[in-house]
């Protein structure tokens, strides 16, 4: 008779923000890319190395971290013409389905999940690299993952816009989105 398969191990990661990065790209009058990224951003990971697909990551952002180094654009953007924080502080994702394998640096997979701005809640799917796994200098384990995926903000309600004398609009619709993040293990 054979013995049962062993459980398969799950270990939840916390993201590390000082070494995890959300970044945007928009258009602005249709000619030039603006970045700016989010500073507050917590999370866990869940991952579960024999079962990839049972693995799980939660994110939170903190809105009013917006930052693109102008000001009276971060002001802009913090608004409720856009984001508007007071009323909805925290952009979220939770994934709903991890698809590929993630064993050695390089492997590419996808996570699809719910990215919720505002009221709007909408599915988009992370194409993701993993970086790598390793000890750090204070005795811990790190992983790394790199993601993108674009999305149309008027999908989420952000839909303020000023058409422009020449033709086209101020803010493309258009954002990417590229993150960097770094987790750690439990002791």
Known sequence: MASPAAPAQEVTWTLDPAHTLVEFTAKHMMITNVR???????????????????????VTIAAASLTTGVDDRDNHLRSADFLDVEKYPEIRFSSAAVQ?????????????????????????????????????????????????????????????????EAGGMLVGNDIAIHLEAQAVAPA
């Open 36 to 58: 700016g990224h989010f500073t507050g951003v917590t999370g866990m990971l869940r991952i579960n190395r024999d079962r990839p697909e049972r693995s799980s990551v939660s």
């Open 100 to 164: 590929g394998t993630f064993v050695s640096p390089g492997d590419r997979f996808s996570v699809q999940g719910d990215l919720t701005i505002g009221a709007t809640a909408r599915p988009v799917t992370l194409s993701v690299e993993f970086e790598g796994e390793g000890k750090d200098p204070w005795g811990g384990t790190r992983i790394s993952f790199s993601a993108d995926t674009t999305i149309d903000r008027r999908e989420f309600g952000l839909t303020w816009n000023q058409a422009l």
